[in-house]
């Protein structure tokens, strides 16, 4: 009697190590890895919330903002936007735009060592024929740096009046911010119609 009690032991203990065991170690390595998941879907919760947080604190200085980014762009199409402004900043203080031509722009590079992304500032330089009366000038002047737009006269030159016009030519250094790695097509002037 004896012996069918060991017997049944021995086999269920070896029903349990052969069967059972394997089974509980590949539900405890699940298990293990589920927590892992769980945890790491947890942190990047966290991070999401942070990074909400960090946008929600953003946008209540979103005024600010828009005025650094009016200030100096991010690198786009500019020449156009730059032709746009000059243009209508020139028409709206009685100046005639008869030429604006752009030159090849320079880099400044800024931003730390450790910083992920890195970014240049561009000089986007470019001149421009303007006609009209001096106080339109002064106008065009005042408009043109009361605006928030980082742009600055570097030269100015004009040749003597036909009847009270006189035509103005004015170099200008405007800045934007543009990637270390993008690449800047080469500026094209826009055409004026003759007059």
């Given at each position: 009697m004896w012996v069918v009690v060991l017997a049944t032991i021995i086999v269920v203990g070896a029903g349990i190590y052969?069967?059972?065991?394997p089974e509980y170690v590949e539900f405890e390595k699940n298990n293990q890895i589920l927590e892992n998941k769980g945890k790491e879907i947890q942190n990047k919760k966290n991070y999401l919330a942070e990074i909400e947080a960090s946008i929600n604190i953003l946008s209540d200085y979103e005024a600010e903002l828009l005025s650094i980014s009016s200030a100096m762009?991010?690198?786009?199409?500019?020449?156009v936007t730059l032709f746009n402004f000059v243009q209508k900043?020139?028409?709206?203080?009685?100046?005639?735009?008869?030429?604006?031509?752009?030159s090849p722009t320079e880099y400044t590079k800024i931003g730390s060592k450790t910083s992920a992304l890195k970014w240049k500032i561009a000089d986007?330089?470019?001149s421009a024929t303007l006609a009209g009366s001096y106080e339109s000038?002064?106008?065009?002047i005042l408009a043109l740096y009361s605006n928030?737009?980082?742009m600055e006269i570097t030269s100015l030159s004009f040749s003597s009046p036909e009847s009270n016009i006189y035509s103005f030519d004015l170099d200008f250094n405007a800045k934007y911010y543009i990637?270390?790695?993008q690449q800047v097509k080469k500026p094209v002037s826009p055409v004026i119609p003759e007059l």
């Open positions: 052969f069967l059972w065991w762009p991010i690198y786009d199409v500019s020449e900043t020139s028409s709206e203080n009685g100046l005639l735009l008869q030429n604006l031509s752009f986007l330089p470019f000038l002064k106008n065009f928030s737009r980082m990637e270390d790695n």
